[in-house]
Nanobody, 121 residues
Framework: VQLVESGGGLVQPGGSLRLSCAAS????????MGWSRRAPGKERELVAF???????NYADSVKGRFTISRDNAKNTVYLQMNSLKREDTAVYYC????????????????WGQGTQVTVSS
């Protein structure tokens, strides 16, 4: 199973970006999918996650500005980021709890390689 993020880049403060993360491989089902980030010199923090039933949870720092969603048919999770601030600058990682084909219904957690988001004027 592989997770591949895309959509990062350079954006001015107040701007928007949409991150995508597509899972591929021998996938039977995907439970929780989420986004985390690591800013320079800081610990990795959870940004948002979404369950298979589309319940969502957000870090206080992004509530009202970021929206997580998923397309189960495409095994893809998205992070719409609006009103970006300089402090949102970080490498963003997606992760997913994946039940692989033939795994006996045991989920495993997978991570993407990360995509850089830089908010700067």
């Amino acid at each position: 199973v592989q997770l591949v993020e895309s959509g990062g880049g350079l954006v001015q403060p107040g701007g928007s970006l949409r991150l995508s993360c597509a899972a591929s491989g021998s996938i039977f089902s995907i439970n929780v999918m989420g986004w985390s980030r690591r800013a320079p010199g800081k610990e990795r923090e959870l940004v948002a996650f979404i369950t298979s039933g589309r319940s969502t949870n957000y870090a206080d720092s992004v509530k009202g500005r970021f929206t997580i969603s998923r397309d189960n048919a495409k095994n893809t999770v998205y992070l719409q980021m609006n009103s970006l601030k300089r402090e949102d600058t970080a490498v963003y990682y997606c992760n997913a709890d994946v039940v692989s084909l033939g795994s006996g219904n045991v989920p495993m957690n997978y991570w993407g390689q990360g995509t850089q988001v830089t908010v700067s004027s």
